[in-house]
């Protein structure tokens, strides 16, 4: 991840999976088929999340009619150690990275040694300084979300890795909100975020659509989070705020054009152009009849299509030279014309 590195998609399955396995293994085949470089899940034992009487947030209760307490709802939602290891085998048989958030100490370490290649800090933990602190000291590396936080927030977490060593660190700009407004995105915060702290910077995107991912992209964003479920329609706190398949598959698709289009910054002439250059462009012509053995004025000379002549910039080195040949007005002036 990082500059010059194609940007990094991660499909957030979450728990869009249900506590299904099936379902969970139905969301990394279909991340894999829509050309994502990872699928994301959440650990988490809820024990050790919330308490018992701990209230659900808006879009949790739009999304379950409010029925359930957030323990009961993310109880139903748990990934046994098992089916960790299911996933994590499934993912690398289709060459995809398996990314989890963990949301305490016992689950960071799981994941830990479960071998995953990194840790996703979700935004409510930035400020969970004791856990920051705890996995800060295992030299794994880790993705920040930083949803909520101010810019006050976000230093203190990126100081507690740095104090421990830990530089391995990639911070995602991110609106918490489901879904989130574009208007109040702020994607130019990714760039503050980067020249503040020199990493990789990237969004997870909670908007609508795909337009704002492919806008991040375009503005630098080094890595796409984006949730998704194999359908908006299905039960649960995020599938409507997440892409089907066949959307996801056409973000990726999208990224990977404005990628196509950002180019390495150098201002010279696409090799596609040459043809137009040679149509658009004006060449010295002669104005009107110019008899040989004659003095060149400006007022023999103009400047037309095609461009395959002598350059229109090249006009005023001609004047003062002398005719070698009768030169028809209109034709296209060449060096072996004049002296």
């Known amino acids: 991840m990082g500059a010059g590195q194609p940007c990094f998609v991660i499909a957030e399955a979450g728990v869009n999976h249900n506590g299904d396995i099936a379902l969970a293994h139905r969301l990394v085949e279909e991340a894999a088929r829509a050309g994502a470089n990872a699928v994301k899940f959440q650990t988490f034992k809820t024990e050790r999340l919330v308490t018992r009487n701990a209230p659900t947030a808006a879009y949790q209760k739009r999304a379950t009619a409010g029925v359930e307490s957030q323990f009961e709802l993310l109880k139903r939602l748990e990934?046994?150690?098992?089916?960790?290891?299911?996933?994590?085998?499934?993912c690398v048989s289709r060459d995809l990275i398996f990314l989890s958030s963990p949301f305490e100490e016992e689950s960071a370490d799981e994941l830990i040694e479960l071998e995953v290649k990194a840790l996703k800090i979700p935004s409510g933990e930035l400020t969970n300084w004791p856990f920051l602190h705890h996995v800060a000291r295992k030299q794994i590396p880790v993705i920040f979300s930083t949803g909520m936080s101010s810019m006050e927030e976000v230093e203190r977490a990126v100081e507690i890795f740095r104090s421990a060593g830990?530089?391995?660190?990639?911070?995602?700009?991110?609106?918490?909100?489901?879904?989130?407004?574009?208007?109040?995105?702020?994607?130019?915060?990714?760039?503050?975020?980067?020249?503040?702290?020199?990493?990789p910077v990237g969004f997870s995107d909670h908007t609508e659509?795909?337009?704002?991912?492919?806008?991040?992209?375009?503005?630098?964003?080094?890595?796409?989070?984006?949730?998704?479920?194999?359908?908006?329609?299905?039960?649960g706190p995020d599938h409507q705020a997440s892409l089907e398949p066949d959307e996801l598959?056409?973000?990726?698709?999208?990224?990977?054009?404005?990628?196509?289009?950002?180019?390495n910054g150098e201002k010279i002439p696409a090799a596609s152009e040459r043809d137009t250059a040679e149509v658009a462009r004006k060449s010295v012509v002669a104005a009107l009849d110019i008899p040989s053995d004659t003095i060149i004025i400006?007022?023999?000379?103009?400047?037309?299509?095609?461009?395959t002549g002598l350059a229109a910039e090249m006009l005023p080195q001609l004047i003062g030279r002398r005719s070698l040949q009768p030169i028809a007005g209109g034709t296209l002036i060449a060096r072996e014309m004049l002296s």
Do not use: W
């Not at 990934?79 to 499934?90: F, G, K, N, P, S």
């Not at 964003?221 to 039960?235: G, M, N, P, Q, Y």
């Not at 598959?249 to 180019?263: C, D, N, P």
């Not at 400006?298 to 461009?307: D, H, N, S, W, Y």
């Open 209 to 235: 659509g795909i337009e704002i991912a492919a806008a991040a992209v375009a503005l630098g964003a080094c890595v796409i989070e984006k949730h998704f479920t194999l359908d908006c329609s299905l039960s």
């Open 166 to 199: 830990n530089e391995q660190l990639v911070l995602l700009h991110c609106v918490s909100n489901y879904p989130a407004n574009p208007a109040e995105c702020n994607l130019r915060a990714m760039q503050t975020l980067e020249r503040r702290f020199n990493v």
């Open 298 to 307: 400006a007022e023999m000379l103009t400047m037309k299509r095609p461009g």
């Open 249 to 263: 598959a056409a973000m990726i698709r999208r990224i990977r054009l404005v990628e196509s289009a950002l180019g």
């Open 79 to 90: 990934l046994t150690r098992e089916m960790h290891r299911e996933l994590i085998a499934d």
